[in-house]
Nanobody, 118 residues
Framework: QVQLVESGGGSVQAGGSLRLSCVAS????????MDWYRQAPGKQRELVAT???????NYADFVNGRFTISRDNAENTVYLQMNRLNPEDTAVYCC????????????WGLGTQVTVSL
């Protein structure tokens, strides 16, 4: 049974930092790319960052060097370090994995709320 459990969200002032964590289980974590998505109220879900199984990373344009995605395969955990947060970053942040089961299927965590105030 695939599970993704996020933590680390909270309320911060603009300019602050948060580190999100997502613990995965139910699949061979080290072999899969992992993503962080976010969804703000009234907006569509959007991709924030991706890390491949080999550690290559990719970020949405709005990240602009402020966030870092990383992974610890020994702990089955993917992280999102977020610095220089601004109110536009307020959203529920979820981690995601796509697995072949044998057809491809997307799995999502429940998410963690990030609120940034002025």
């Amino acid at each position: 049974q695939v599970q993704l459990v996020e933590s680390g969200g909270g309320s911060v002032q603009a300019g602050g930092s948060l580190r999100l964590s997502c613990v995965a289980s139910g699949f061979i974590f080290s072999t899969r790319a992992m993503d962080w998505y976010r969804q703000a109220p009234g907006k569509q879900r959007e991709l924030v960052a991706t890390i491949t199984n080999t550690g290559s990373t990719n970020y949405a344009d709005f990240v602009n060097g402020r966030f870092t995605i990383s992974r610890d395969n020994a702990e089955n955990t993917v992280y999102l370090q977020m610095n220089r947060l601004n109110p536009e970053d307020t959203a529920v942040y979820c981690c995601h994995v796509r697995l072949r089961m044998p057809l491809y299927r997307d799995y999502w965590g429940l998410g963690t709320q990030v609120t940034v105030s002025l």
